[in-house]
């Protein structure tokens, strides 16, 4: 089985390095927002995934 999108973000958020507050700044959100995101409490909107795979360097490609 392949991870999705939310095991992807939160490997990559630790790879990084990043906190939740620092990402929060780049994302244009809270920290408790990105914290939702990581327990999977709520989901993202596009745009937001979008900027979330900017601030990680990663490519948002289709589901086939």
Known sequence: MK???????RARVKQLGLTQTELARRVGT??????????????PTLPVVERICRELRLRLTPHR
């Open 3 to 9: 991870p999705d999108f939310l095991d992807i973000f």
């Open 30 to 43: 809270s920290q408790p927002t990105i914290a939702n995101y990581l327990n999977g409490r709520k989901h």
